[in-house]
């Protein structure tokens, strides 16, 4: 990636430029919270998902400090693909 100085006017920037910068700046984040956001990886019930959840296999992505629930999304998806 080109070092582009943030003050440059978008206009003076090539599509090339512009494109990169809108592919890089919208990176998709790597957390979700709670039950239902890991409904919402992978595509289920929350029912589903809490059982999911107490099943153990996704212990290695799942961090929880009481009812608060912090679900990395990549090691979810891979854990939840070795099952």
Excluded: H
């Excluded at 440059?8 to 979700?32: A, D, H, M, N």
Aim: with cysteine; net charge positive.
């Amino acid at each position: 990636m080109k070092n582009i100085d943030p003050k440059t006017p978008i206009w003076q920037l090539t599509v090339e430029e512009f494109l990169e910068i809108c592919r890089g700046g919208g990176s998709e984040k790597k957390y979700e919270y709670g039950l239902k956001g890991l409904a919402k990886i992978l595509g289920c019930s929350v029912s589903k998902a809490s059982e999911v959840k107490s099943s153990g296999i996704l212990d290695d992505a799942i961090i929880q400090n009481g009812n608060i629930i912090i679900i990395d999304k990549e090691m979810a998806l891979k854990l939840f693909g070795k099952k």
